[in-house]
């Protein structure tokens, strides 16, 4: 896949979302396909004044819950101690993390880059959480350098869609410079592996978690996502976005790729000489529909939800269409 810089970067929030957009956001609200343990009315901020927290069901209880989490009523009924469950739709946390290592720089030019929309459907979703009060935090990996994380803290409420748009665009901005990619650390940890533990470690609280890559590791994957969802307590949706010329490689021909070619991974530095023809194209469909099936089958093995899209979809039909079907929006 080609490797093209941008034409014209985004440099105010209304080239990266733009009032349109926000308009036909203002409806939706951020939501949780799972139910948490552990909320009681009195603990959990409401957005809406004499509104409590929804029952949603029991589970038996196990050793060591809290006591305070005991239906007596339902004790009394049963002789069996249950633990009451609320569903946690208001005041989510929700978490924003952004892959920008170097195969996310795919496209560009005629089509937007992996990059870019990326951080476009970020700045969208931010928005959504922002506008209904939810707790937005937003982080962007694979950048040069030791830090396994760049995080802007957790904001809330209409005003702070500036300070997002201000960090996503320079997140972009950077990105875009086409750094080496980080090393791996001493226990032999890639970057996103890295990644998604920093988040695991500082995550406090429950909440929605959405992860914006092409999924291209050389390794870390599987430790990576166990990492993202560990400990519970976090409802998260890996959103995988490919180039089109990543899903159609017979647009490599149209682009200029044919002949005797020397191709270097972007993320590793790594290059390799080969003659572009229809045996290799197919060769690279079948390694490519195996990797998507790894992908989904370790996000399916996590309660993972995972979600393909082309990079030049269009942002507001994916919100409004595909991830409010998948429960990530309402």
Not at 154 to 178: D, H, I, K
Not at 263 to 277: H, K, P
Request: aromatic share 6%.
């Amino acid at each position: 896949m080609l490797i093209r810089p941008e034409r014209n970067l985004p440099q105010t929030i209304d080239e990266l979302l733009g009032p349109a957009l926000a308009k036909r956001l203002d409806r939706l609200d951020i939501l949780s396909r799972k139910v948490f343990a552990g909320r009681l009315p009195g603990e959990r901020r409401s957005k809406r004044r004499g509104e409590s927290v929804e029952f949603d069901d029991y589970r038996d209880y196990t050793p060591g819950d809290d006591l305070r989490r005991l239906d007596w009523n339902a004790f009394a009924r049963f002789d069996r101690f249950f633990i009451k469950l609320f569903r946690a739709e208001e005041d989510l946390g929700l978490h924003l993390l952004i892959d920008c290592s170097g195969s996310m720089l795919a496209g560009g030019g005629d089509e937007p880059s992996k990059l870019l929309f990326a951080h476009r459907l970020a700045m969208a979703l931010a928005y959504v959480g922002l506008v209904n009060q939810n707790r937005v935090s937003v982080a962007s990996f694979g950048h040069a350098g030791a830090e396994p994380l760049r995080r802007l803290a957790p904001v809330r409420g209409r005003p702070e869609t500036a300070r997002v748009a201000e960090f996503l665009l320079e997140s972009l901005r950077e990105a875009e410079r086409a750094q080496p990619a980080p090393e791996a650390d001493r226990q032999g940890r890639g970057p996103f592996e890295r990644a998604m533990r920093a988040f695991g470690l500082a995550r406090v609280g429950s909440g929605v978690a959405v992860v914006i890559t092409d999924a291209l590791f050389p390794d870390g994957l599987e430790q990576g996502l166990s990492y993202l969802v560990g400990g519970g307590g976090v409802d998260a949706t890996l959103v995988q976005a490919l180039a089109p010329g990543e899903i159609a490689p017979e647009r490599a021909a149209e682009a200029g790729l044919v002949g005797d070619l020397r191709l270097t991974d972007a993320e590793t530095g790594r290059g390799v000489e080969v003659t572009m023809s229809a045996p290799i194209i197919r060769q690279y469909r079948q390694r490519l529909e195996a990797h998507l099936e790894r992908v989904q089958r370790a996000c399916a093995a996590r309660d993972i939800g995972h979600l393909l899209t082309p990079s030049d979809a269009d942002v507001g039909e994916l919100l409004l269409g595909q991830l409010r079907r998948r429960g990530v929006l309402g």
